[in-house]
């Protein structure tokens, strides 16, 4: 049977499998949940048997387990590690759902649940081709399959497993199911991450909180050193202006320019989907390669004094902020943390006491152009949806990217179906039912030729 024609024919096999496993509230980020996480792994497991892989267990982890299935009988052809999640994110605030987040429900061509685009939609359609080229005898390749449980608390327990197993988990590529297309309709290949670099830091300006009638005036306030503090951090123009932060940072070619202006990207749906008021970056750059391929460092949250209801009439003597920078492929994420750190102690007052905390991170990622796995992915999809695919980038990171890269050697191909307005880590998240039918038809595809 041809591939579009079993598939239409198992829709609704495949659907109810992919509610059932939406119907599990595997929140990894809240302790409560936890029975519900490991029910979710069980319930993943009895799946991938049923479906005819082989060597499916539960792996224990200092946290939540790891999943994992293979189907070895192509000697001779590549191996492909397929990699997802089958944690998700928290629901709140919970009123905002138009429907139940575990409860499924189809309405206008998607399906809404927790965990329908991120990931559990997308890690499943590859377990449903698989289990269909099982059946019908036409798998060309050998799979293994490592499906985590803490992808959505950072991974926290999954390189220390990759370390310990890289025998069994001995690929030629990764293939990721966790990335978006660029708009409906139009199959997208994403070819690069930015990578992470993560601190902390605390601002003192006295022992306690001082009254502000009595001291105010006389003594320096914490919150406003703090926010003069990060007001260095950025010149007018949106650049950062720590010293050394684009050591080795390369201007987008020519031809790497010309491709994201290719693109039709539109500013103003940019706007809209992310709700702000205006787009703003870094001065004499278009808004793509402001959030593909430059660097950046944000304030991702800032705090002091006295933040209750009513008044408290305080001079804050501690004040605190975190701070993230998204790296491209030429910075280092120690380096970038330990200037920034040199920058803050450069510029805070010599009489005030300042702290950092270092929170690690991860590089930036590129794919290997050229690679075999990545052209056949390219064909694969173009057949799959009728339309020259769309090359992208993605401004996030993906730390097991990073940890298969380091740990396995191994190169990665990010392959995903999701779209940029699917609510992923939003309420009312869903997934295009058209993208799971043909993003399916496109890995049969991939599965076929690569």
Known sequence: MQPA?????HREEH???????LAIPSVSAIPQHAPDVRRAATHLADFMRQIGLEHVALHETEGHPVVYGDYLHA?????????????VQPVDPLALWETPPFEPTVRDGKVFARGATDDKGQMMMHLFVAQGMIAQGSLKVNLRFLIEGEEEVGSTHLAAFVAAHKELLGADYVVISDSPMLRPGVPALCVGLRGLSALEFTLRTAEHDLHSGNFGGAVPNAAHELAALIATLHRADGSIAVEGFYDGV??????????????GFSDEELRQQSGAFALFGEGGRTTLERVWSRPTLEVNGMW?????????TVVPAEARAKITCRLVPEQDPDAVAKAVAAHLRRYAPAWAQLEVTFGGGDPAFLAPPGHP??????KALEEAYGKALDEIRMGGSIPVVTTFREELGLPTLLMGFGLPDENLHAPNEHFSLENFAKGMLALWRFYESA
């Open 304 to 312: 002091s004094g006295f933040v209750g209801e009513g008044r408290k």
């Open 373 to 378: 796995a990545l052209e056949a992915a390219r």
């Open 5 to 9: 024609a079993y598939l239409a024919q």
């Open 15 to 21: 659907l109810k499998a992919l509610f059932a496993l």
């Open 250 to 263: 390369r201007d987008l070619s020519k031809n790497e320019r010309a491709a994201f202006d290719a693109l």
């Open 75 to 87: 000697p001779g052809r590549p191996t492909v590690l397929v990699y997802g999640h089958y944690d």
